[in-house]
């Protein structure tokens, strides 16, 4: 067996080119992480086929307006390298990387992680808040698929990092630096909007931390950056399920109707920049807030490869080296 360590982020991966949308959205309503239907082995595929065939022509449309396909694993990948580069002289590590719904999906990663015959992986999800939805299913499908591969690696999951100091540093920077290009630069002025992806009620009623370790997130920024207007939201409700609320359009009508004239968004789940928060809250909820009045409005971009973020990854990763 290698004595090098894999390290492996796992993000969500998305479609490389319209053609793409519809299998993409297929895999992702296949995950029973997330939609967990009666008789699943019997259900759970005509489920997707079907919702897939109907959201596929609205999904192509933003990623049409975004340049016909998702950029989240460019990000990811260039995350990796950036670690890589940083990881070079503190231990044995390889860094790869994983898609859950697109390519490189997690057999093709599993496979090549066998043929090269690591012992040791760390698993690394690129969500800071702990979902079963996101990081449970990253590790479910990771472990499933070590089974069918008859792979047996020791393997170490970061299950969440909200916590993360030199993480939190870098939102606080990004914030910072975003505060300068609005033509009245003082936060007083400015409502700061923390939008995190939703997630039906029922799973955080079920026991699902994700509310919780979001709001805790939220806490700590709001501490450090004393912003006097801040509200935390929660975006991509699909179904007629009851979301986690408020909802981030709500939000940004009730601002408005309030008299704000100047905000700044901030993905607070999101480490990559991708369709959710380019066309979505940048575009999508950008023309909500002019035609709500609301003359300036930008969105902070995610951390991507920021300098901070990638040394909360290197962080992650030597406090999770296993034992030989």
Known sequence: MSDRVAVVLCNLGGPDS??????????????????????????????????????????????????????????????AQALQQALADSGPFDVHVCMRYWHPLTDEVVAMLKQKNYARVILLPLYPQYSIT???????????????????????????????????????????????????????????????????????????????????????????LDWPHTTLCYQSRVGPLEWLRPYTDDVIREKAAAGVKQMLVYPIAFVSDHVETLFELGITYAELARAQGIAHYRVAPALNSHPGFIAALKSLVLNAVPAP
């Open 134 to 224: 996101t990081t449970g299913s990253a590790y479910n499908e990771f472990q499933r698929q070590c089974r069918r591969a008859n792979y047996q690696p020791s393997v170490t999951l970061v299950r969440q990092w909200y916590d993360q100091p030199d993480y939190q540093a870098a939102i606080v920077n990004t914030l910072r630096a975003e505060l300068k290009k609005f033509p009245d630069p003082d936060p007083a002025r400015i409502e700061l909007l923390f939008s995190a992806h939703g997630l039906p009620q029922k799973i955080v009623n079920g026991g699902d931390p994700y509310e919780r370790q979001i709001r805790a997130t939220y806490d700590a920024l709001c501490a450090q």
């Open 18 to 79: 319209l053609a793409a949308v519809r299998p993409f959205l297929f895999n992702l309503f296949s995950d029973p992480d997330i939609f967990r239907l009666p008789l699943g082995w019997l259900t759970q595929r005509p489920f997707a086929s079907l919702i897939a065939w109907r959201r596929a022509p609205e999904a192509a449309h933003g990623y049409a307006a975004i340049g016909g396909k998702s950029p989240i694993l460019e990000y990811t990948c260039a995350q």
